[in-house]
C-alpha cells in the first residue's frame, strides 16, 4: 500500500512495531494498554461497527485509486456454473447445459479488456465476485487479454479462495455484504448479469432498484441468456400487475453472446442519465 505521509511526526507503523518489544509486565499484557487501533479484539467490539464498515470502505476505494482503476464492467453470475471442460461433472443437466455461459463471460471479458488495454487499461476493468463458476470466467478473461481485473469477495461459512485469475493487488476480502455491493456499483460503467440463484438474483434486482429510481445513472445493462431470464422471471407479468412501470422493462437488455453484448454497450442510449421521475409512480 502506498505510503505517502509528509508529517514530521512519528508514524503509527513505528509505534506498532516499537509495542511488540515492551517489557512483559502485569501491565503491558492487560487488554487496555494495547494501542487501540492494532487491538483486534478491541476493533471487533460491538460499539465498534461503524468504524470496521468505514474500513471496508476506505481499503478497497484507496487500493483501486492508486491503481488507477477508473471505471468497471461488472459481471455476476452463478459460482456453480462449471467450465466447458468440466461440464460433465456438473450436478444437473441444466447446469451442464449453463457451462456455455462460462465460455461467453470469459470472452466477453477477454474482448472488454483488450479494448481497455488500448486506452491505457483504467477504463472498463472487469470486476467479479471473485469467486467459482462465471466470476473466474470473467477473471479467467481478462488475463488471457493481459490486462488487470478486481475480484470482491466475500467470508462465507465454508472454507473458500478467490480464484486464480484475480489480480492479487486488486483482490479483496469482505465482512459487510452491504459494503462490497456499493463497490460493485461506484464504478460501474455497464452491468452484466450471467445465470446464477439468490446471490445473483439479489445483486441483480439491487442494481435495477438503484437505476429504476434514479438512485444510480443508467448504464448498459444485460442479462445474459434470455431464455434462462424468461423462464426464472416473469418480467411481462411483473408490468401488467404495475407492480412496475412498463418503461422498467427498458433498462435492460438480453443477450446471448458476447458479440451482442459490446455491441449492445456501443449502442446503448440513455446512458449516464438518471430518473427524475419513476414512470407509473
Known amino acids: 500500500m502506498k505510503d505517502d505521509r509528509r508529517h514530521p511526526l512519528r508514524h503509527s507503523s513505528q509505534d506498532r512495531e516499537a509495542a511488540s518489544h515492551i517489557p512483559d509486565t502485569p501491565q503491558t499484557r492487560a487488554p487496555s494498554y494495547a ?9 471487533c467490539r460491538e460499539e465498534l461497527r461503524p468504524v470496521r464498515l468505514q474500513l471496508e470502505l476506505l481499503k478497497p476505494e484507496m487500493l483501486m485509486n492508486e491503481a488507477g482503476i477508473a471505471s468497471t464492467i461488472v459481471l455476476f453470475g452463478g459460482a456453480r456454473i462449471p467450465s466447458p471442460a468440466n461440464k460433465d461433472s456438473a450436478r444437473t443437466q441444466t447446469l451442464s447445459d449453463l457451462s456455455a455461459y462460462y465460455a461467453e ?30 466470476m473466474e470466467a ?5 488475463q488471457e487479454a493481459g490486462g488487470k481485473s478486481i475480484g470482491l469477495n ?6 473458500q479462495a478467490p480464484n486464480e485469475y484475480v489480480t492479487p493487488d486488486l483482490c479483496f476480502n469482505f465482512h459487510y455484504f452491504a459494503i462490497r455491493k456499493m463497490h460493485f456499483l461506484m464504478r460501474a460503467s455497464a452491468v452484466c448479469v450471467f445465470p446464477g440463484g439468490f446471490g445473483t438474483l439479489d445483486e441483480m434486482f439491487e442494481a435495477l432498484t438503484l437505476i429504476q429510481t434514479g438512485r444510480m445513472a443508467r448504464v448498459p445493462f444485460l442479462l445474459f441468456g434470455k431464455e434462462f431470464w424468461e423462464k426464472i422471471i416473469n418480467w411481462d407479468a ?4 404495475g407492480t412496475i412501470s412498463a418503461d422498467d422493462l427498458e433498462l435492460f437488455r438480453f443477450v446471448d453472446t458476447a458479440e451482442e453484448a459490446v455491441a449492445a454497450i456501443e449502442s446503448w442510449e440513455g446512458k449516464g442519465e438518471k430518473r427524475g421521475v419513476i414512470p407509473g409512480r
Do not use: W, Y
Open 35 to 43: 494501542l487501540a487501533f492494532a487491538d483486534e479484539d478491541f476493533l
Open 105 to 134: 463471460a470469459q470472452t466477453f471479458a477477454r474482448i472488454m479488456t483488450e479494448r481497455s488495454l488500448k486506452t491505457g487499461g483504467t477504463e472498463d476493468v472487469i470486476v467479479t465476485g471473485g469467486g467459482p463458476g462465471v
Open 138 to 142: 470473467g477473471n479467467r478473461g481478462a
Open 154 to 159: 466475500i467470508v462465507l461459512p465454508h472454507e
Open 238 to 241: 411483473l408490468a401488467d400487475a
